[in-house]
């Protein structure tokens, strides 16, 4: 039975990339050796990690325009961290929209002041707040594009003549924008690139050496850059699964393509979910994310039936986080529209049953 996998992360990934990537645990590049074994100072190895992060640059259109793409290690949670250990020299500004800009807060008031600007917290996080104004004599300003638990996205992003740093970790690369207004943009691979182990982390140079205090090497953005990604020893199969998806990107058609595709699976499913009376949707219409929609059933009691009947279908990871409950379909770059289709038609035929 084909699986129709909406695992919000690790997530589904290319069937191509799998192929390639599944071949080369035997025999990569015809060495006679594993990825899995292979020096990462290898010319091999180091030609995995120059692609890897010229095709990040390339995708986002930031190439020669004074940024830097690392693969880094520990996840989007110690880029939390990571950025207020580099960029901090008094106060940071924050807009909290869920569980992970919750977590960067957190890590950040190690270093200085936080300004909360807005959050939505007053409505379990269903909404992006729109009015707030921004510190001028802030270090930077952080904010999470698009929150996977509670199933919103920041459809735009405030001017602000500060470093505007942002947490890409659920929808890099599924979306053009103008990635130039960014200063500092970090993103776990487990979501649309590739599987969990490796942290993307792309960051205008200029930004970096303005805190008075000292960095601990592994902490240091700088560290990371001179090495080019190998400082230590980096997550070779992460990285390599990566620069694979990436390629697939690019073949695809980039990141417009992305878009595009995204946009018809978002746009069939909160179709359903706002025509079929026994669903209704969780994030603000407005606000709605193409990645991770979130719904409920209005009569809990219709649950057992339907969880019956997705898992009969072959869908995978369907349940809602705890933290919203009910339903959470992640539409992942490499999710086929047909997968979308299968979700839509069991939700009708749950409608046609009661």
């Known amino acids: 039975m084909k699986k129709h996998n909406f695992s919000a992360g690790p997530c589904i990934l290319p069937q191509e990339v799998f192929q390639e990537a599944s071949q080369a645990i035997l025999d990569f590049n015809n060495s006679g050796l594993s990825i899995l074994e292979i020096s990462h100072r290898s010319p091999d190895f180091v030609a995995v990690m120059e692609e890897a992060r010229s095709l990040a640059l390339e995708l986002l259109g930031l190439q020669n325009k004074g940024y830097k793409a690392l693969f880094l290690q520990g996840g989007a949670s110690t880029q939390f961290l990571m950025v207020a250990y580099n960029l901090i020299n008094k106060k940071a500004a924050y807009l909290n929209t869920g569980t992970w800009s919750s977590k960067a807060i957190k890590e950040a008031k190690f270093f200085g002041d936080v300004i909360e600007v807005a959050s939505s917290k007053d409505k379990n996080f269903n909404y992006i707040p729109k009015s707030y104004s921004l510190p001028e004599d802030a270090d930077y300003f952080h904010c999470t594009s698009n929150n996977t638990i509670f199933g919103t996205q920041m459809k735009s992003f405030p001017a602000t003549s500060r470093p505007l740093v942002c947490d890409m970790s659920s929808d890099i690369f599924s979306r ?3 990635f130039s207004k960014f200063d500092l943009i970090y993103a776990g691979a487990q979501k649309n690139m590739g599987p969990a182990g490796t942290t993307l982390v792309i960051v205008k140079e200029e930004i970096l050496g303005k805190v008075s205090r000292e960095i601990p090497s592994m902490m240091n953005y700088q560290t990371h850059i001179d090495k080019d990604s190998m400082f230590n020893t980096p997550a070779v199969y992460a990285v390599y699964v990566s620069m694979l998806t990436l390629r697939w990107i690019k073949s695809k058609g980039g990141l417009k393509a992305m878009e595009k595709l995204n946009h018809q699976k978002a746009e069939l499913l909160y179709a359903e979910i706002d025509r079929n009376p026994l669903f209704k949707g969780f994030a603000e219409k407005e606000d709605r994310s193409p990645m991770n929609a979130t719904f409920n059933l209005v009569n809990e009691a219709h649950k057992e039936v339907f969880d019956k009947m997705w ?9 809602g986080h705890r933290s ?3 339903y959470r379909a992640s539409m992942y770059n490499a999710l086929p529209l047909e997968s979308v289709q299968v979700v839509v038609d069991l939700m009708k035929e749950l409608e ?3």
């Open 352 to 354: 046609e049953k009661v």
């Open 176 to 178: 053009e924008l103008d």
């Open 324 to 326: 919203v409950g009910g």
């Open 311 to 319: 898992k009969s279908a072959g869908v995978n990871g369907l349940n």
